[in-house]
């Protein structure tokens, strides 16, 4: 299973969303320091590590659909 860091709240605690939607939290001081919200990681032994590939991959698929929805948007304006 996946978990995405959702957000940083004052500077201590990691929200993370798992993929079926559950929320948990860490103590940042537990996670490298280089995390953005987005991130993707798996949790082994209770240690949330990052999964770049994943997050590559998930980012990937972000964008293309961002791309495609403007792309359309944009040839409807045209259209008109």
Do not use: W
């Not at 537990?30 to 990052?50: M, Q, R, T, W």
């Amino acid at each position: 299973m996946y978990y995405t860091l959702d957000r940083i709240e004052e500077n201590s605690t990691a929200v993370f969303t798992d993929d079926e939607g559950r929320v948990y939290n860490e103590d940042i001081a537990n996670l490298p320091s280089d995390i953005h919200a987005g991130d993707v990681f798996i949790c082994e032994n209770g240690v949330y590590k990052p999964a770049a590939e994943e997050t590559a991959e998930r980012k990937k698929r972000i964008k293309e659909k961002r791309d495609n929805f403007f792309n359309k948007l944009k040839k409807k304006q045209e259209e008109t």
